[in-house]
């Protein structure tokens, strides 16, 4: 019988799910490909926690900045955590500045697919990342424009950033791009 800690992480974490689980993490940020690469850095080195504040899910244990707002979270994602807090007895309240966060004690926490990161990096790429600009009066985040050399190139070269900040298990790549392959991004 499947457990419920893997039935919460299969509504945020598996192929259907991780694209929109990424952009939405990145919704409280500037979503340039700084912070996604800070993202993938970050699921690659944390383990996925059930830990919760008053807007969301925080996955990442030592990244509390990424936050999958309750309000952007489908039927079926809310009621797989529902699920799972009833399931868990034993939580853990923190605070934090103002903030206040509540963690569900399990013996095993998940690490996510590295095919799947890098395939649900690529696509938000490919999907319409920004780039940082500082500017003298400021910073903006324009958009790469689609199916351009340039979205191209720099997709490719943050790619190989994530791909060498992240310690990727191996077959990784080949996997994540077969997904690519299959869902027609990036061709």
């Not at 039927?75 to 605070?95: G, I, S, V, W, Y």
Request: net charge negative; aromatic share 10%.
């Amino acid at each position: 019988m499947e457990s419920y800690a893997e039935k919460w992480t299969e509504v945020f974490f598996d192929e259907e799910h991780i694209v929109n689980t990424f952009q939405n993490l990145l919704h409280d940020t500037s979503q340039s490909v700084d912070d996604l690469c800070r993202l993938c850095l970050a699921a690659c080195e944390d383990k996925i926690v059930l830990a919760m504040n008053v807007t969301g899910l925080m996955p990442f244990a030592n990244n509390p900045e990424f936050v999958f707002p309750f309000a952007a979270m489908s039927h079926k994602q809310l009621e797989a955590l529902r699920t799972d807090c009833k399931m868990l007895p034993d939580a853990m309240a923190c605070e934090y500045d103002v903030d206040l966060y509540v963690l569900k004690i399990r013996q095993n926490n998940f690490e996510i697919d590295h095919s799947l990161l890098i395939f649900a990096a690529a696509v938000i790429l490919y999907k319409g990342m920004s780039e940082t600009k500082v500017l003298a009066r400021g910073t903006c985040f324009p958009k790469f424009e689609s199916n351009s050399d340039l979205l191209a190139h720099h997709a490719n070269a943050i790619l190989f950033q994530i791909v060498n900040s992240c310690n990727l298990k191996n077959g990784a790549l080949r996997t994540s791009a077969q997904l690519l392959l299959k869902y027609g991004v990036g061709t």
